[in-house]
């Protein structure tokens, strides 16, 4: 039970830091508005400011590019928080065998968990590489 209550606390602490930040920029959509509106005006408007070749460039992209890039990084966040459970459930394998005591059920828990462990980070591993690849290659 205290195993089920720490990790528990463990994936709500986890869940409120990646989502936070997302929470506080979706509150600023409004002002980003305003912003990519002036900058479409400056673009409009001139011909060759400092900053206003590099928002050109952007303006222009296909709008698949940028689903693509959406849903890539929505993959990698699932990715990146699988591995802090990763970590999590490591250390809990650690602080199993250290407090193990001689008690080879324990020891052998502990092994078992951290063999889980590394095969998981392995499978993490190779689905962020695999991401990160087709996501590249969706864009260029």
């Known amino acids: 039970m205290k195993t089920f209550r ?13 989502n936070l930040p997302a929470a506080s920029l979706a509150s600023a959509n ?3 508005q ?3 509106d002036g900058l479409n005006e400056a673009v409009k408007g001139s011909n060759s400011k400092d900053g206003i070749d590099a928002y050109k460039s952007q303006v222009d992209k296909n709008p698949q590019d940028i689903l ?4 890539t ?14 970590l999590a459930i490591t250390i809990y394998a650690g602080f199993i065998w250290m407090t193990a005591q001689g008690n080879d059920a324990q020891i052998k828990k502990a092994k078992d968990l951290l063999m889980n462990a590394i095969i998981g ?8 590489s695999l991401t990160a690849f ?3 290659q969706l864009t260029s």
Not at 6 to 18: T, Y
Not at 75 to 81: A, D, M, P, R, T
Not at 121 to 128: F, G, N, P
């Open 6 to 18: 720490f990790l528990l606390i463990l994936f709500f602490v986890s869940f409120c830091c990646l």
């Open 68 to 71: 693509t890039n959406r849903i």
């Open 121 to 128: 980070l392995i499978i993490i591993t190779a689905a962020y």
């Open 30 to 32: 409004e002002g980003t």
């Open 73 to 86: 990084d929505i993959i990698s966040l699932i990715l990146s928080f699988l591995g802090v459970i990763f």
């Open 134 to 136: 087709i996501g590249n």
């Open 34 to 36: 305003k912003t990519l």
